[in-house]
């Protein structure tokens, strides 16, 4: 059975901190691209930032670098999100998600966060 467990989310203060983390189960995580999305009320769901299957690369959007890291470790099936001098815009549900094109793409439940101003 496939499980991608968030968790980490919370409320948090302009300018501050968080870490999320997404620990896999039911798949060969290593072999699968890791990413971070967030949906805010009434928007579209959006990428965050994506990391390959061996670390060696990833990706953001415009509006988190330089602020956000994604990292993963394979030993412990585990892909996390550090979030730095967060702003009331970061505020959404942060869902991880695992590709692997024609394997499989699996989705968490999702973790709140919300940034207070």
């Known amino acids: 059975q496939v499980q991608l467990v968030e968790s980490g989310g919370g409320l948090v203060q302009s300018g501050g901190s968080l870490r999320l983390s997404c620990v896999a189960s039911?798949?060969?995580?290593?072999?699968?691209?890791m990413s971070w999305y967030r949906q805010a009320p009434g928007k579209e769901r959006e990428l965050v930032a994506g990391?390959?299957?061996?670390?060696?690369?990833?990706t953001y959007a415009d509006s988190v670098k330089g602020r956000f890291t994604i990292s993963r470790d394979n030993a412990k099936n585990t892909v996390y999100l550090r979030m730095n001098s967060m702003k009331p815009e970061d505020t959404a549900v942060y869902s991880c998600?695992?590709?692997?094109w024609g394997w499989g793409n699996y989705w968490g439940q999702g973790t709140q966060v919300t940034v207070s101003s």
């Open positions: 990391i390959t299957q061996d670390g060696g690369t990833t």
């Open positions: 998600n695992a590709i692997k």
């Open positions: 039911g798949f060969t995580f290593s072999t699968y691209v």
